[in-house]
Protein backbone atom coordinates (compact mmCIF):
# COMPACT_ATOMS: atom_id res chain seq x y z
CA UNK A 1 0.00 0.00 0.00
CA UNK A 2 1.46 3.54 -0.76
CA UNK A 3 2.09 5.62 2.26
CA UNK A 4 3.94 8.98 2.77
CA UNK A 5 7.46 9.06 4.12
CA UNK A 6 9.48 11.49 5.90
CA UNK A 7 12.99 12.04 6.45
CA UNK A 8 14.80 12.55 9.08
CA UNK A 9 12.74 10.85 11.59
CA UNK A 10 14.82 13.03 14.51
CA UNK A 11 16.08 16.55 13.88
CA UNK A 12 17.98 18.26 16.01
CA UNK A 13 19.48 21.87 15.39
CA UNK A 14 20.63 25.13 17.33
CA UNK A 15 18.67 27.81 18.09
CA UNK A 16 18.98 29.83 14.59
CA UNK A 17 20.14 27.22 12.15
CA UNK A 18 18.31 26.57 8.98
CA UNK A 19 16.25 22.83 8.69
CA UNK A 20 14.56 21.41 5.59
CA UNK A 21 12.31 18.26 6.64
CA UNK A 22 11.70 16.09 3.67
CA UNK A 23 8.63 14.62 2.40
CA UNK A 24 7.65 12.42 -0.21
CA UNK A 25 3.95 12.26 -0.65
CA UNK A 26 2.22 9.73 -2.26
CA UNK A 27 2.34 9.55 -5.60
CA UNK A 28 -0.82 10.23 -7.27
CA UNK A 29 -1.37 12.76 -4.90
CA UNK A 30 -1.95 16.42 -5.94
CA UNK A 31 -2.34 18.23 -2.40
CA UNK A 32 0.37 18.50 0.41
CA UNK A 33 0.27 19.49 3.67
CA UNK A 34 2.27 20.36 6.71
CA UNK A 35 0.75 20.04 10.20
CA UNK A 36 2.60 20.38 13.55
CA UNK A 37 2.27 18.95 16.52
CA UNK A 38 4.05 20.18 20.19
CA UNK A 39 4.66 17.74 22.92
CA UNK A 40 1.16 17.05 24.34
CA UNK A 41 -0.63 19.47 22.02
CA UNK A 42 -3.06 19.00 19.19
CA UNK A 43 -2.15 19.05 15.78
CA UNK A 44 -1.88 21.76 14.22
CA UNK A 45 -2.24 23.07 10.63
CA UNK A 46 0.28 25.03 8.49
CA UNK A 47 0.16 25.12 5.31
CA UNK A 48 -1.44 23.25 1.89
CA UNK A 49 0.27 23.67 -1.28
CA UNK A 50 -1.32 22.38 -4.15
CA UNK A 51 -0.05 23.13 -8.38
CA UNK A 52 3.30 24.44 -7.01
CA UNK A 53 1.67 27.42 -4.70
CA UNK A 54 0.50 27.94 -1.17
CA UNK A 55 -3.23 27.59 -1.38
CA UNK A 56 -3.63 28.44 2.38
CA UNK A 57 -1.25 29.33 5.38
CA UNK A 58 -2.43 29.54 9.16
CA UNK A 59 -1.13 32.41 11.26
CA UNK A 60 1.91 29.89 12.25
CA UNK A 61 3.62 29.73 8.70
CA UNK A 62 5.34 33.11 9.09
CA UNK A 63 7.91 34.00 7.26
CA UNK A 64 10.53 32.04 8.71
CA UNK A 65 8.76 29.01 7.21
CA UNK A 66 8.76 27.99 3.36
CA UNK A 67 7.81 24.98 1.12
CA UNK A 68 8.67 23.81 -1.94
CA UNK A 69 8.01 21.23 -4.14
CA UNK A 70 11.82 20.98 -6.71
CA UNK A 71 10.70 17.97 -8.08
CA UNK A 72 8.16 15.34 -8.70
CA UNK A 73 8.12 13.56 -5.83
CA UNK A 74 9.71 15.41 -2.86
CA UNK A 75 7.77 18.09 -0.97
CA UNK A 76 9.76 20.28 1.56
CA UNK A 77 8.87 22.88 4.43
CA UNK A 78 12.13 25.02 5.56
CA UNK A 79 12.74 26.81 8.43
CA UNK A 80 14.86 29.34 7.86
CA UNK A 81 15.85 30.23 11.67
CA UNK A 82 14.66 28.30 14.13
CA UNK A 83 13.57 29.51 17.36
CA UNK A 84 13.18 26.94 20.46
CA UNK A 85 9.25 26.90 20.15
CA UNK A 86 9.82 25.55 16.58
CA UNK A 87 10.58 22.41 18.80
CA UNK A 88 7.75 19.91 17.88
CA UNK A 89 6.80 16.75 15.52
CA UNK A 90 5.99 17.78 11.63
CA UNK A 91 3.96 15.52 10.12
CA UNK A 92 3.50 15.84 6.12
CA UNK A 93 0.25 14.56 4.32
CA UNK A 94 -0.94 14.14 1.10
CA UNK A 95 -4.19 13.20 -0.82
CA UNK A 96 -6.70 13.68 -3.95
CA UNK A 97 -8.93 16.60 -3.45
CA UNK A 98 -11.89 16.39 -1.08
CA UNK A 99 -10.77 12.66 0.23
CA UNK A 100 -9.05 11.99 3.23
CA UNK A 101 -5.47 13.23 4.07
CA UNK A 102 -2.96 10.13 4.37
CA UNK A 103 -0.30 10.53 7.05
CA UNK A 104 3.72 10.66 7.14
CA UNK A 105 5.56 9.05 10.51
CA UNK A 106 6.32 12.68 11.31
CA UNK A 107 9.74 14.30 11.82
CA UNK A 108 10.42 15.04 15.56
CA UNK A 109 12.62 18.49 15.34
CA UNK A 110 14.68 19.67 18.55
CA UNK A 111 15.90 23.20 18.85
CA UNK A 112 18.47 23.63 21.34
CA UNK B 1 -14.28 29.22 12.19
CA UNK B 2 -14.18 25.73 11.95
CA UNK B 3 -13.44 23.84 15.57
CA UNK B 4 -13.58 20.28 16.95
CA UNK B 5 -13.98 19.49 20.70
CA UNK B 6 -13.26 16.00 22.30
CA UNK B 7 -13.79 16.69 25.99
CA UNK B 8 -12.58 13.74 27.07
CA UNK B 9 -8.53 13.86 27.91
CA UNK B 10 -7.91 10.16 29.04
CA UNK B 11 -10.60 7.53 29.22
CA UNK B 12 -9.87 4.11 31.02
CA UNK B 13 -11.72 0.95 29.80
CA UNK B 14 -11.56 -2.72 30.57
CA UNK B 15 -10.46 -5.30 27.98
CA UNK B 16 -13.00 -6.41 26.65
CA UNK B 17 -15.49 -3.49 27.47
CA UNK B 18 -17.40 -1.21 25.14
CA UNK B 19 -15.63 2.37 24.35
CA UNK B 20 -16.95 5.25 23.48
CA UNK B 21 -15.31 8.80 22.38
CA UNK B 22 -16.96 12.03 21.68
CA UNK B 23 -16.58 14.60 19.28
CA UNK B 24 -18.16 17.66 18.45
CA UNK B 25 -17.67 19.75 15.66
CA UNK B 26 -18.81 23.26 15.12
CA UNK B 27 -18.85 24.38 10.73
CA UNK B 28 -20.73 26.09 9.29
CA UNK B 29 -22.27 23.28 6.73
CA UNK B 30 -22.05 19.62 6.35
CA UNK B 31 -18.39 18.78 7.03
CA UNK B 32 -16.11 15.77 6.47
CA UNK B 33 -15.63 14.15 9.74
CA UNK B 34 -12.64 11.81 10.69
CA UNK B 35 -11.08 9.88 13.41
CA UNK B 36 -7.35 9.45 13.21
CA UNK B 37 -5.10 7.10 15.94
CA UNK B 38 -1.75 7.88 16.79
CA UNK B 39 0.63 5.09 18.79
CA UNK B 40 3.13 6.35 21.02
CA UNK B 41 5.56 8.11 18.65
CA UNK B 42 3.83 6.89 15.56
CA UNK B 43 2.07 8.84 12.74
CA UNK B 44 -1.75 9.69 12.61
CA UNK B 45 -3.31 6.59 11.00
CA UNK B 46 -6.98 7.12 9.85
CA UNK B 47 -9.74 4.95 11.39
CA UNK B 48 -12.68 6.03 9.53
CA UNK B 49 -14.26 9.32 7.74
CA UNK B 50 -17.66 10.48 7.04
CA UNK B 51 -18.44 12.40 3.84
CA UNK B 52 -22.36 12.10 3.18
CA UNK B 53 -24.68 9.54 3.36
CA UNK B 54 -25.01 6.47 5.63
CA UNK B 55 -24.31 8.55 8.96
CA UNK B 56 -23.06 5.38 10.81
CA UNK B 57 -19.78 4.72 9.24
CA UNK B 58 -17.44 1.38 10.08
CA UNK B 59 -13.67 1.70 9.99
CA UNK B 60 -10.72 -0.56 10.74
CA UNK B 61 -9.89 -2.31 13.54
CA UNK B 62 -13.59 -2.41 14.73
CA UNK B 63 -14.17 0.65 14.80
CA UNK B 64 -17.23 2.69 13.90
CA UNK B 65 -18.46 5.94 14.49
CA UNK B 66 -22.04 7.84 14.15
CA UNK B 67 -22.58 10.98 12.39
CA UNK B 68 -25.74 13.54 14.57
CA UNK B 69 -26.15 16.63 12.56
CA UNK B 70 -28.45 17.84 15.77
CA UNK B 71 -25.70 17.55 17.98
CA UNK B 72 -22.84 18.52 15.96
CA UNK B 73 -21.23 15.01 17.33
CA UNK B 74 -19.39 12.33 15.61
CA UNK B 75 -18.64 9.74 18.28
CA UNK B 76 -16.59 6.93 17.94
CA UNK B 77 -17.46 3.34 19.10
CA UNK B 78 -16.14 -0.26 19.66
CA UNK B 79 -18.17 -2.56 21.29
CA UNK B 80 -15.03 -4.31 23.08
CA UNK B 81 -12.02 -3.06 23.07
CA UNK B 82 -8.59 -5.02 22.56
CA UNK B 83 -5.01 -3.85 24.85
CA UNK B 84 -3.52 -3.19 21.73
CA UNK B 85 -6.20 -0.15 20.80
CA UNK B 86 -4.60 2.20 24.01
CA UNK B 87 -3.18 4.97 21.90
CA UNK B 88 -4.42 8.57 21.26
CA UNK B 89 -7.34 9.23 19.52
CA UNK B 90 -8.07 12.53 16.78
CA UNK B 91 -11.12 13.87 15.55
CA UNK B 92 -10.80 16.00 12.74
CA UNK B 93 -13.23 17.93 10.70
CA UNK B 94 -12.09 19.29 6.97
CA UNK B 95 -14.08 22.00 4.31
CA UNK B 96 -14.93 20.59 1.14
CA UNK B 97 -12.83 22.41 -0.56
CA UNK B 98 -10.34 19.73 0.81
CA UNK B 99 -7.80 21.50 2.42
CA UNK B 100 -6.97 21.81 5.63
CA UNK B 101 -7.66 19.46 8.66
CA UNK B 102 -8.85 21.18 12.60
CA UNK B 103 -7.95 18.39 14.92
CA UNK B 104 -9.20 17.96 18.27
CA UNK B 105 -7.02 18.19 21.29
CA UNK B 106 -6.98 14.46 21.39
CA UNK B 107 -8.49 11.62 24.00
CA UNK B 108 -6.02 9.09 25.33
CA UNK B 109 -7.45 5.65 25.85
CA UNK B 110 -6.10 3.39 28.24
CA UNK B 111 -7.18 -0.51 28.27
CA UNK B 112 -6.77 -2.28 31.87
CA UNK B 113 -6.58 -6.25 31.85
Known amino acids: EPEVTQTPSHQVTQMGQEVILRCVPI?????FYWYRQILGQKVEFLVS????????KSEIFDDQFSVERPDGSNFTLKIRSTKLEDSAMYFC??????????FGPGTRLTVT | AQSVTQPDIHITVSEGASLELRCNYS??????LFWYVQSPGQGLQLLLK??????LVQGIKGFEAEFKRSQSSFNLRKPSVHWSDAAEYFC???????????FGAGTILRVKS
Open chain 1, 93 to 102: ASNVQGLEQY
Open chain 1, 27 to 31: SNHLY
Open chain 1, 49 to 56: FYNNEISE
Open chain 2, 27 to 32: YGATPY
Open chain 2, 50 to 55: YFSGDT
Open chain 2, 92 to 102: AVGDRGGNKLV
